[in-house]
């Protein structure tokens, strides 16, 4: 299976189209703005246990991974370009991306106000990776790689991973910023 990684900020500028195949996906965030972005989990995470890699000078940490039956409308059209527009049509309905929802909540951003802050914040911060998968074993290897790893913004299938707490944060913050 090939490995794929791209900066968020290429996969918009240059219009580019992945995979349609099933897919796992990783988000990888620059080590640099974990104060900003973690601010919040700062007392529930433990930072040793996050899998991190240098890329081209920079320290990145895996913070979040997820599945798409097909590659290229959940990562690049639902997750990084929010092609359907849901910051403003779906934050009520619950159809804005979980990533995003919980970028929202834990940076204090309003979703229904600033999908150009989060785009900017993912542009300069992420690189995304991924793998094709067999769609038949895509649940099983998404729970898999989930509860394998330690994912501090992923909130399904970490209840024997996060704390408590950690969960409860996550949940209230993406909750005050639903509007």
Known sequence: ????????ADIRKNNIKITRNSILYCWWFKVSCFNILLEKLKDEIDFSRIK???????????????????????????????????????????????????????????????????N?????????????VCGDELSFLERDFITSNYLPLNYQHTKNILTKSHREILRTCKAK???
Not at 120 to 132: A, G, K, L, P, R
Request: proline share 1%.
């Open 177 to 179: 910023m639903k509007f």
């Open 1 to 8: 299976m090939k490995n794929n990684q791209l900066r968020v």
């Open 120 to 132: 900017d914040f993912i542009d300069t911060n992420c690189i995304v990776s991924w793998m094709e």
């Open 52 to 118: 991190t890699k240098t890329i081209e000078g920079d320290i990145y940490g895996l913070l979040y991974a997820g599945k798409a039956k097909n590659g290229n409308e959940r990562l690049v059209k639902y997750h990084i370009l929010d092609y359907s527009n849901f910051h403003n049509k779906g934050v009520l309905n619950g159809r804005l991306s979980s990533l995003r929802t919980t970028l929202c909540g834990l940076l204090d951003k309003p979703m229904s106000k600033n999908k150009n802050y989060i």
